[in-house]
């Protein structure tokens, strides 16, 4: 399970690397994982549109069994 979800990070990181961010898995259960979003992605104003509609769609089509995903600080 950690290899997809990396796998689906990997799909994703390029973009938010082109911005100045980067994302971190931290944790995962079968149903949620928990990331953290790191440098420009921080105090990004549409970071939360970020996680929801690229980072946890992007992991969704890899496990689609996770419910939801969840950024820590």
Known sequence: ???KIEK???EIRPFLQSD???IELIS???KEVKVR???NCISCTVNQMT???GVEM???KHLPEIEKV???E
């Open 1 to 3: 399970m950690k290899e």
């Open 8 to 10: 689906a990070l990997d």
């Open 20 to 22: 100045g961010g980067n």
């Open 28 to 30: 995962f259960t079968e």
């Open 37 to 39: 979003l790191l440098g």
């Open 51 to 53: 996680l929801k509609n």
């Open 58 to 60: 992007t992991i969704k």
């Open 70 to 72: 969840t950024s820590v």
